[in-house]
T-cell receptor, first 115, second 114 residues
Framework: AQKITQTQPGMFVQEKEAVTLDCTYD???????LFWYKQPSSGEMIFLIY??????QNATEGRYSLNFQKARKSANLVISASQLGDSAMYFC????????????FGDGTTLTVKP | NAGVTQTPKFQVLKTGQSMTLQCAQD?????MSWYRQDPGMGLRLIHY???????DQGEVPNGYNVSRSTTEDFPLRLLSAAPSQTSVYFC?????????????FGEGSRLTVL
């Protein structure tokens, strides 16, 4: 079974600074995918970024990048130049290819951006 | 651009009542799933489906039923509501296979069981 661990219940960052949200995962599968979602206070789930286990380059999407360290089983989200609108809950999640319909989510990190 | 549509958005039930949360997607996605999110917590998988006619249990299936008669629809049935089922429910869909990367979510359904 796969497992996602997010060890930071809450994080603070100053506006315009970069912040890293930690995510470690556990699986014995070789083929899997990792992704991050943002959930603002309004409640919707917003897809941010995806990394496949065989992707050699770290995924980037605008101000978001995924620092993928396969040997350490970590998939940290880096947000550059934080904005007030980045204040939200952030979830790390994964699926494994042998059971791709079954995505597993971490407990989330609440990010607060200070002006 | 409908995407994933969930209804109702809000519902209040009494203990013991039954109800169905509807979920429909218009993206021809093979994979669909239901999650629940309790306050301050992550999403826990209730049931999922990898195609029409195929469903399986997730992490917290007790008290819920699903069926997938068409690719588009994946309703979640609460058989006899309990206060412990008070939660926000999300339906999600994805392409499946190596394209499973992005889950497309509905807006969520907030259920209160008294």
């Amino acid at each position: 079974a796969q497992k996602i661990t997010q060890t930071q219940p809450g994080m603070f960052v100053q506006e315009k600074e970069a912040v890293t949200l930690d995510c470690t995962y556990d699986t014995s599968d070789q083929s899997y995918g990792l992704f991050w979602y943002k959930q603002p206070s309004s409640g919707e789930m917003i897809f941010l970024i995806y990394q496949g286990s065989y992707d050699e380059q770290n995924a980037t999407e605008g101000r978001y990048s995924l620092n993928f360290q396969k040997a350490r089983k970590s998939a940290n989200l880096v947000i550059s130049a934080s904005q007030l609108g980045d204040s939200a809950m952030y979830f790390c999640a994964m699926w494994v290819n042998t059971n791709a319909g079954k995505s597993t989510f971490g407990d989330g990190t609440t990010l607060t951006v200070k002006p | 651009n409908a995407g994933v549509t969930q209804t109702p958005k809000f519902q209040v039930l009494k203990t013991g009542q039954s109800m169905t949360l509807q979920c429909a997607q218009d993206m021809n996605h093979e994979y669909m799933s239901w999650y629940r999110q309790d306050p301050g917590m992550g999403l826990r998988l209730i049931h999922y489906s990898v195609g029409a006619g195929i469903t399986d249990q997730g992490e917290v299936p007790n008290g819920y039923n699903v069926s997938r008669s068409t690719t588009e629809d994946f309703p979640l049935r609460l058989l006899s509501a309990a206060p412990s089922q008070t939660s926000v429910y999300f339906c999600a869909s994805s392409l499946g296979g190596l394209n499973t990367g992005e889950l497309f979510f509905g807006e969520g359904s907030r259920l209160t069981v008294l």
